[in-house]
């Protein structure tokens, strides 16, 4: 392979049982390290210590930020948080009168002649009405009622809430009411605000409250690794794995967008590799230790 960089690239896969690391050295040779996800004993966090043992750096010593070009990771810590249940307490602010909106859904039935309906656990554990309402158009039915906003605000927070998914009737297309809330949700202290305006601007409630809510929910979580890891690395280009297959740089990394960033990249790095043994039609199987992914590829990558 012929020199391509003075300086060290990584690629890294932080699964929930192992983390992969893969680095091209500064004269183009590729080296590979495999180490467990979670070892407390030893070190902090595996990225990190894997990249150490690549460079042959002692541990707790700093990472010569200079001699790292990027550091490109996929991680599956949004997704397994998902899963176990582990995200940040979160609290619910919705349009008066459709509190059970999200819990009702879309009724959805995979079982038609079932007779106990099993619900999904919910991720967020309270809901809060907000008085207010715009239609359609864009006209104030109900004015936002900013003192009860924020005395329900007070109480939740004092209730220990950081988080808070916020999900109105229409704002996705009026977002002035969701920004009032959020303005004074931040004054008070809430560490993570998600709007729907911003984290999902479709039009039905409901998918765009889910979307909302699991930001809420795992945005925290995510921020705290992508800051633990980003402490260790300074100076060095840092980007993670989206959902849709792509990279963004750390600070843009959100909740939203990394609950299939690991299946993601397994599709397109499968569809890669079949491509060039000469197979354009596969079925991909990725089984970790949290979670197992299957896909298919068949000449064109499919989106939903």
């Keep these: 392979m012929s020199h391509t960089s003075s300086r060290w690239q990584f ?3 932080r699964g929930g049982t192992f983390t992969d690391v893969v680095a091209r050295r500064p004269d183009g040779r590729i080296v590979a390290h495999k180490l467990l996800s979670e070892d407390p004993g030893r070190y902090r966090d595996a990225a990190v210590e894997g990249i150490r043992r690549v460079l042959g ?3 707790g ?5 200079e001699a790292i070009e990027v550091v490109k990771m996929g991680t599956t810590v949004a997704t397994n948080a998902l899963l176990e249940r582990k995200g940040e307490r979160t609290v619910l602010f919705i349009t008066r009168g459709f509190r059970d909106a999200l819990r009702i859904a879309y009724q959805n039935r995979p079982r038609l002649f079932d007779r106990h309906i099993v619900l999904p656990e919910l991720l967020y554990s309270k809901v ?3 008085t207010e309402r715009v239609d359609a158009r864009g006209a104030v039915l109900v004015a936002l009622d900013v003192e009860n906003v924020r005395r329900d605000l007070e109480a939740a927070y004092a209730e220990g809430y950081r988080s808070i998914a916020i999900v109105l009737m229409h704002g996705y297309r009026y977002p002035e009411h ?6 004074i949700a931040r004054s008070i202290g809430y560490e993570q605000v998600s709007t729907s305006h911003e984290a ?3 039009m039905k409630l409901v998918s765009r409250g889910d979307t909302t809510v699991v930001d809420a929910y795992l945005s925290p979580i995510l921020k705290r690794y992508v800051a633990q890891v980003a402490s260790e690395l300074e100076g060095v280009r840092l980007m993670f794995m989206q959902s849709n297959g792509g990279l963004t740089d750390a600070r843009r990394f959100a909740g939203k967008d990394s ?3 690991g299946p993601a990249g397994g ?4 569809v890669r590799a079949s491509l060039s043994a000469g197979f354009e039609k596969i079925i991909g199987f990725d089984m970790g230790g949290t979670s197992t992914d299957v896909s298919h590829y068949t000449g064109e990558f499919e989106r939903r």
């Design 11 to 13: 690629w890294i896969d």
């Design 57 to 59: 750096i002692a541990a």
């Design 61 to 65: 010593a700093p990472i010569p930020g």
């Design 128 to 130: 809060v009405e907000v």
């Design 178 to 183: 969701e920004r009032r809330i959020a303005e």
């Design 200 to 202: 999902s601007p479709l």
């Design 259 to 261: 609950i299939l960033s």
């Design 267 to 270: 599709v397109v790095g499968a």
